[in-house]
T-cell receptor
Framework: QKEVEQNSGPLSVPEGAIASLNCTYS??????FFWYRQYSGKSPELIMS????GDKEDGRFTAQLNKASQYVSLLIRDSQPSDSATYLC??????????FGTGTRLLVSP | GAGVSQSPSNKVTEKGKDVELRCDPI?????LYWYRQRLGQGLEFLIY????????KSGLPSDRFSAERTGESVSTLTIQRTQQEDSAVYLC???????????????FGDGTRLSIL
């Protein structure tokens, strides 16, 4: 079992819809969770960090964490074509390095 | 302020040559990471430096790969006797000192796109 799993997609949503991106992780001791956005040919860009169970909102983005279920998600409200990218989930497993999922490709159609 | 700076941005070299990639972290960031990303794939951890502690080299794929960092400054990743399978984007990231829960986010440079002919 991979340490951090994401559906590779593509996840296709129409403009204005809510995009829901999911990530599961295997190490129960993980304490820090991050979402990165990566445009094609570009480097990853930090979008959200979350450390406690529950929701954390920043503009159109909401990160959700459920440590009991070992599940972290990212919701993008009012999706825009410019949100089309690959979204990487990253988890710190306690060894001071991040383990990245392989990413979910999001396509937002006008 | 300035972000993570990597050079060169692109490198094309012949199989068997050595290459050296450079990363200049964000000022004040004590932690520095190298990753490899092959085309269409996820990030593969290579090596991690934190201050003057011994680096975590657990991700280096072979003894042809090595990296150095002096203190909290520039790092170089060296690949000796390059192979075609080494073709990838090499990404460097830095962060503030990580605590026990690893709560410091990493900030990435633009990467070096390495192509081995």
């Amino acid at each position: 079992q991979k340490e951090v799993e994401q559906n590779s997609g593509p996840l296709s949503v129409p403009e204005g819809a809510i995009a829901s991106l999911n990530c599961t992780y295997s190490d129960r001791g993980s304490q820090s969770f991050f979402w990165y956005r990566q445009y094609s040919g570009k480097s990853p860009e930090l979008i959200m960090s979350i450390y406690s169970n529950g929701d954390k909102e920043d503009g159109r983005f909401t990160a959700q964490l459920n440590k009991a279920s070992q599940y972290v998600s990212l919701l993008i409200r009012d999706s825009q074509p410019s949100d089309s990218a690959t979204y990487l989930c990253a988890v710190n497993t306690g060894f001071q390095k991040l383990v990245f999922g392989t990413g979910t490709r999001l396509l937002v159609s006008p | 302020g300035a972000g993570v700076s990597q050079s060169p941005s692109n490198k094309v070299t012949e199989k068997g040559k050595d290459v050296e990639l450079r990363c200049d972290p964000i000022s004040g960031h004590t932690a520095l990471y190298w990753y490899r990303q092959r085309l269409g794939q996820g990030l593969e951890f290579l090596i991690y430096f934190q201050g003057n502690s011994a680096p975590d080299k657990s991700g280096l794929p072979s003894d042809r790969f090595s990296a150095e960092r002096t203190g909290e400054s520039v790092s170089t990743l060296t690949i000796q006797r390059t192979q075609q399978e080494d073709s990838a984007v090499y990404l460097c990231a830095s962060s503030l000192r990580t605590g026990g829960n690893g709560n410091q986010p990493q900030h990435f440079g633009d990467g070096t796109r390495l192509s081995i002919l």
